[in-house]
């Protein structure tokens, strides 16, 4: 009794000390730019590794409400896109529509990286 009493108050100071790791899971404004395809917002950093390699994650856009409907990306299928948002845990943007931008087709090296996290995905 006595022993888990004491792990538990250490654990307790332990996460007491380190207030910054409470951060990771607040919100952080972003400015994304990626590709949508088959309705699927991917973001494309490009170099963005040490190793130089690409980098691609799949986001998940929601609603900052529910009541709210969701923003639809389908017209821009197929084409590379810049959106500003706030970005939650788990790579979900809660975007701001007036922030989007279209800005050409998306091109060859990001098309090919894409498909190659959505086998990953498979």
């Known amino acids: 009794m006595k022993k888990t009493a004491v792990f538990t108050l250490l654990m307790l100071s332990m996460m007491l000390s380190f207030p910054h790791l409470a951060t990771a899971s607040r919100s952080v404004a972003v400015t994304l730019e990626g590709c949508v395809i088959q309705g699927v917002f ?3 950093e490009k170099g963005g590794l040490a190793s130089g390699a690409t980098r691609v994650n799949v986001i998940e856009i ?4 529910e009541s709210d409907p969701k923003m639809d990306l389908s017209p821009y299928e197929g084409k590379k896109i810049s959106l500003q948002g706030r970005l939650l845990p788990g790579d979900r943007l809660t ?3 007036k922030s989007l931008k279209v800005l050409g ?3 060859r090296d990001s098309q090919a990286a894409i498909a190659e996290e959505r086998e990953l995905l498979k």
């Open 42 to 44: 991917y973001a494309v």
């Open 62 to 65: 929601i609603n900052r409400n």
């Open 95 to 97: 975007p701001d529509p």
């Open 105 to 107: 087709p998306c091109d």
